[in-house]
């Protein structure tokens, strides 16, 4: 482990990135000596979805897991007090589900990506009937530890929704219709049935320090598909992700344990979204057509004909390569040739924007979590402040991600911003983090760890890390 200079944080986009990254010391100052102050961080326990897992790239493979923000935190905390563990439900090399490569970019300047296969799976389970069509889950290399759960038990797609979800780990769920996730699979014993809660409940026994970044997931089907599939952001969802979120709070809290808890982002921080923002968007186009065309979507309503994007409409970034494409439609009884989303009457598809109402949905949902989650880290847990804004009891990561695609941030002479590929912090999903993004990630724990509970935690250095994860 390397040893930097300390950092505050702040909530100032790029700036909060930047604070967290730059690691030099000044002239002639000696970095101060590694100390956890007044937790003991021996069991590190790490309790998430995606992002904690280590996904990069649409993928998981044994260096995402590696460059995971929880594992890069553990290396941290190890130097801090000796004798420290933390364990992952490693791959093996060379196994892993497969991921996003780069294939170029478009003539706008879009990047374009492929998929490189992940080597063969014990097994495969395909849904003819899913949203969006046919989907496959693939059953990946088992880890059978039964007397050892990881300490990382970041699961890929896992819902809090499903925290009470029996056999969702055990194969005899994998049918095509089916509660089953196979990375929740990989982690336990063959055969187990244990819920999720479960799991953590019997992880968190030994547990001394935890850090909390949970529920993306199960909003982020919705998103990915245009408001197409996943589960409908409402009253119903909110209720059952506050009620589930406490749930699992008051296992990890137990007995005063200390931990950081973190709120979601933002959903139009991802580059996902915020790629492809309505008026900014049509504003590339028209620079790099040279023309005053208008981008038009389908009207959410299903009338068929097209309306002028509005700077409230996001359209997916995955689609953005195939805006301007002559496609065929049908008009007048006549098939006519026309470029997708530049004329009204081939307008974007539904399934391909995030309109007005879809963002305005999903959003009161996060907005409602992320506030549940202060006030139980305020109220119920007494759980230091750390002294963020809006809320201050919560590790804010909608300070950490870059919010724009136009900002920028030298860091150590390396820039970073939001732009996928080239802006070095999120990956080529539009969505996960790069394992310099990752490293930011764990610096912002890192700092919320020391205001928190007084420690002297150094901070990673980010420009160390690869940009790319496989």
Not at 162 to 183: I, K, R, W
Not at 392 to 412: K, N, R
């Amino acid at each position: 482990m390397k040893n930097f200079c300390l950092n505050t944080w702040s909530r100032t986009g790029l700036a909060a990135v930047a604070a967290l990254a730059l690691n030099a010391c000044a002239p002639g100052q000696d970095a101060p000596t590694p100390t956890v102050g007044t937790i003991n961080v021996s069991r590190y326990l790490a309790v998430g979805d995606s992002y904690t897992a280590g996904l990069s790239a649409g993928g998981l493979t044994l260096a995402s897991q590696q460059y995971s923000y929880p594992n890069l935190l553990a290396q941290q905390l190890q130097g801090a007090q000796p004798g420290a563990t933390f364990s992952q439900p490693l791959l093996a090399a060379g196994a892993g589900t497969g991921y996003f490569d780069l294939a170029g970019f478009s003539t706008l300047g879009f990047p374009r990506t492929r998929r490189v296969p992940g080597p063969a799976v014990r097994r495969q389970v395909i849904n003819p009937a899913a949203c969006g069509g046919a989907d496959t889950v693939r059953l990946f290399t088992r880890t059978d530890a039964p007397n050892n759960l990881p300490q990382n038990l970041g699961v890929p797609g896992l819902r809090l929704a499903q925290l009470n979800v029996a056999n969702l780990g055990n194969e005899t769920s994998a049918t095509p219709t089916g509660a089953f996730n196979p990375y929740f699979e990989r982690i336990l014993p063959a055969n187990d049935s244990r819920t999720y809660l479960r799991v953590v409940t019997d992880a968190a026994a030994s547990a001394t320090f935890f850090t909390y970044f949970l529920g993306l997931d199960d909003l982020m089907p919705y998103v990915r598909s245009g408001g197409q599939c996943g589960t409908a952001p409402n009253s119903t969802l909110t209720n059952q992700l506050r009620t589930n979120a406490k749930t699992l709070l008051d296992v990890l809290t137990a007995g005063g344990r200390p931990g950081i808890i973190a709120s979601l982002p933002d959903l139009n921080t991802l580059p996902l979204l915020r790629t492809g923002r309505g008026f900014s968007l049509q504003k590339r186009l028209q620079d790099s057509y040279h023309d005053n065309a208008l981008l038009y979507i389908e009207d959410p309503f299903g009338s068929g004909v097209g309306q002028p994007i509005t700077n409230d409409d996001y359209v997916l970034a995955t689609t953005l390569p195939r805006i301007g494409q002559l496609t065929p439609v049908v008009v007048g009884g006549s098939t006519l040739m026309l470029p997708y989303g530049r004329d009204e009457r081939n307008p974007l598809r539904d399934a391909d924007v995030m309109d007005y109402d879809e963002m305005n949905r999903v959003s009161g949902v996060l907005s409602s979590y992320n506030n549940e989650l202060n006030r139980l880290a305020r109220d119920v847990y007494k759980m230091p402040s750390l002294n963020t804004s809006p809320l201050p009891y919560l590790l804010d990561t909608s300070g950490v991600m870059p919010g724009y695609v136009g900002e920028s941030i030298s860091v150590g002479g390396v820039q970073y911003s939001a732009e996928p590929v080239r802006g070095n912090f999120f990956s080529l999903d539009y969505y996960s983090l790069t394992p310099r993004g990752n490293a930011l990630l764990a610096n912002a724990f890192i700092s919320a760890l020391n205001r928190a509970y007084n420690a002297k935690i150094p901070a990673i250095d980010t420009n160390s890390l690869p940009s790319v994860a496989q």
